[in-house]
């Protein structure tokens, strides 16, 4: 049988899953790693009388981006690290203003400008407490090319659903690295369960001619829209904001279980560090050892049901990633204290090798 | 949309409004209203933007559209709204505050005559906040920040929305009488539209600098800031012409991926780790490209990465390829099985690769570029004789027909039919010209 593959880079593969996804509005601001999906939006949706922008900044751009998503407009953006920085007050009105929105995060190695265009996941923390308030994220990490376009569609239906802002968690090597994919996984979606369709809570009806009128703000508001004062009101909205995201955890809960019976080490990672582990995963196995990885691909919130469901027998956990340990202190908190917890990390603008995962498993 | 012929566009029940005795605020509410009804608008046929700051109270007062969001950026979510419902007509209201730290947006919006239309309740100070100066603030005035005299020359916000090239731009005061038609007038210009409206704080500015109406007519004739219109063009606004974009680009094919068939044999059976190391113009990424193409036609897998400095005509060019039997995984390199050195650039940026190399690694190079600290095996690119006359033409692509013979990982066949598939006529006809040196 003739095989199909095609030469894809993540930014194409995202802009894809974004298009199909019916997103047709994008507003973003140029900065690597993350320019390609711009210049890839900015170029397809005016061909099919979509709208791409770029804005004078990215307070700008985001900003231009919940505009036309209150005014029905299916939007995305992306940025890096430090495009992050400045889109967080936005980021808190969205929230606040329940505005459906996909944000691809093209992680680079902070702090400020850092090493810019390496391999980083520098902002896994930012991203989930990247503005005031401290309300839930939704985020997802691809690792792939494939998952890169599957996961850009799914992040557009929780937006949807959540009204609320999604991250699709990128970095410079799922960026901008071009791989060969199979038509086939580029088409067809994992065995992923399906996202309920309609809202969580009261879909968002845009500004309209001839529709109702409609009053939005980002403070604190009564159900017209006007900003209220009232700590009854005001506790219940927030509480709503937070439990919207937080009671639905099972249906954002997305991860790859790859369990072997009687392994006492999981390796637990996520986004491009994952593959390294994959690879690592192979060769132990290769060498007679029982092992169990999970790769997690809804970073946010932290899907700690399916985790601890993979701690069966586990008395060592290794978390590879390419930050300080960010996501490890996540898993730190949900395991017992019996259990050995190992980072593998680098900050250093170099991929994690496998190499270097099976050194921390066999303890050299 | 059928005319209703409405009083007021004010929400009557909201009333009286939350601004101080004095304040003129409501006076320019009153006006906006004054002009929709001019207009005839359905209610729903206006949305008004509002950010922080005084004036940020005033959406509940209409029965308009509203939206109220963060300090100074409400000209960047207005234009938003309008950029995907151009039949909107959309209000911004926004304080001198906002004009400040929105600034950026304010000469951005008048520069792509983003259509909408701003409303600047302009009194000289911040007014929720307490009293602080503003960038509008007069010089020598007494505020909360500046108790013994401001000291910073004010900004001019029309002539700021002027100079930048916004469509309809005006200066007024609160309490004009034809403040109503203005308003109107400048919200039937198609692009950006601006009224620089001056006004009253009866908390802070006005008690704290003796400062009443007429003060502040002479103040504006002292600083030579004209009132009323002040610029009017016929420049076609953002939205109207990002039409003529969408119209271009509809007759063009959107783009898909280049779908590549396994129609060769491949003979590998582990991961190769090849680097091309080069410099600015010499198609190193467009040979790693062949090279991954061609093994994606025999079946193999691959992932490409690509390194050149941000100033990408100049320095280094590295192109990283993994061929694998097996889908990659781990798409770094650093200890390369093949690297190729065709430019002096390219060498010292590898070195840290090639130093890591052992003697199962070769290290094939051009001329000159030989002396490389590693303990892999170096040897010269030893091209056929005869490519000598052609080598300029493209030597990343006779490295590629090179590593081609020499790591027998695909079928030579494959190469070419790559440049076919993936390369522009003019390219393939160049390169499958280069290639037939190599043919035996």
Known sequence: MIKKREMVDGAAAIARGALDAGCNYYAGYPITPASGILTHMLRELPKVGGIGFQGEDEISSLGHCIGAAMTGATVFTATSGPGLSLYSENLGLAIMMEVPIVIAISQRLGPSTGAATASAQGDIQFMRWGTTGGYPMIVLAPTNISECYHLTKRAFQLAKRFRTPVFLATDKDTVMTTESVSVNDMKNAPDWPKIPNGGVGKELDPYQIDGEIHHYTGSSHNEEGHITKDPDIIAELNERLRTKIESNLNELSLVKNDLQHGADTLILSYGISARSMEAAVKEIRDGGDQVSSITIYSLWPVPEKAIQESLVGIKRIIVPELNHGQYLREIERLVNRDVELIGVNRVDTILLTPDEIMRAYHGS | ?440
């Open chain 2, 1 to 440: 949309m059928d005319p209703k012929h409405l009083d007021t566009y004010i929400a009557k029940e909201n009333l009286p409004y939350a601004f101080c005795p004095g304040c003129s605020h409501g006076k320019i509410l009153g006006a906006l209203s004054d002009s929709l009804k001019r207009q005839n608008l359905d209610p729903s046929e206006v949305v008004i933007v509002t950010d922080i700051g005084c004036v940020g109270l005033s959406d509940k007062y209409f029965i308009t559209h509203a939206f109220h969001g963060l300090h100074g950026r409400a000209i960047t979510y207005a234009s938003g709204i309008k950029m995907q419902n151009p039949d909107l007509n959309v209000v911004v209201l926004i304080g001198d505050g906002g004009c400040g730290i929105g600034g950026h947006h304010l000469l951005n919006a008048a520069r792509l005559n983003s259509d909408i239309n701003v409303l600047v309740f302009n009194n000289f100070n911040f007014g929720m906040t307490g009293g602080q100066h503003s960038v509008t603030t007069p010089l020598d005035s007494i505020t909360a920040t500046t108790a013994l005299g401001s000291i910073d020359a004010p900004m001019d916000i029309a002539g700021t929305a002027q100079v930048n090239g916004g469509g309809f731009i005006a200066r007024a005061t609160a309490f004009d009488k034809d403040l109503p038609e203005l308003i109107e007038k400048s919200m039937r210009h198609d692009g950006f539209s601006l009224i620089d409206i001056w006004e009253l704080c009866t908390a802070y500015y006005v008690p704290r600098n003796d400062f009443g109406r007429k003060d502040m007519m002479v103040y504006m004739d002292g600083m030579e800031m004209a009132s009323g219109i002040l610029q009017e063009t016929n420049r076609p606004s953002f939205q109207t012409s990002y039409k003529n974009i969408q119209e271009k680009a509809s007759v063009q094919n959107p783009i898909s991926g280049l779908e590549l068939e396994t129609i060769f044999e491949h003979s590998l059976t582990k991961p190769i780790r090849i680097v091309l190391a080069g410099a600015a113009g010499q198609k190193v990424v467009s040979a790693g490209n062949l090279l991954a193409s061609a093994a994606t036609l025999s079946g193999l897998w691959v992932s490409r990465r690509a390194d050149f400095p941000i100033t990408i005509q100049t320095g280094f060019s590295v192109a990283e390829i993994v061929i694998s039997p097996e889908p990659v995984l781990y798409s770094g390199i650093v200890k390369p099985d093949v690297v190729a050195i065709i430019a002096s650039e390219g060498k010292s940026k590898v070195s840290r690769l090639t130093l890591a190399m052992d003697d199962s690694g070769v290290i094939y190079h051009s001329d000159g570029l030989g002396n490389i600290e590693s303990e892999a095996q170096i040897s010269p690119l030893d091209f056929p004789e005869d490519v000598q006359q052609d080598i300029r033409k493209n030597l990343s692509a006779l490295t590629a027909a090179f590593l081609t013979k020499k790591l027998n990982m695909f079928p030579f066949e494959a190469l070419k039919e790559a440049s076919r598939q993936i390369q522009k006529p003019k390219i393939t006809e160049i390169n499958l010209g280069i290639f037939e040196y190599f043919e035996d």
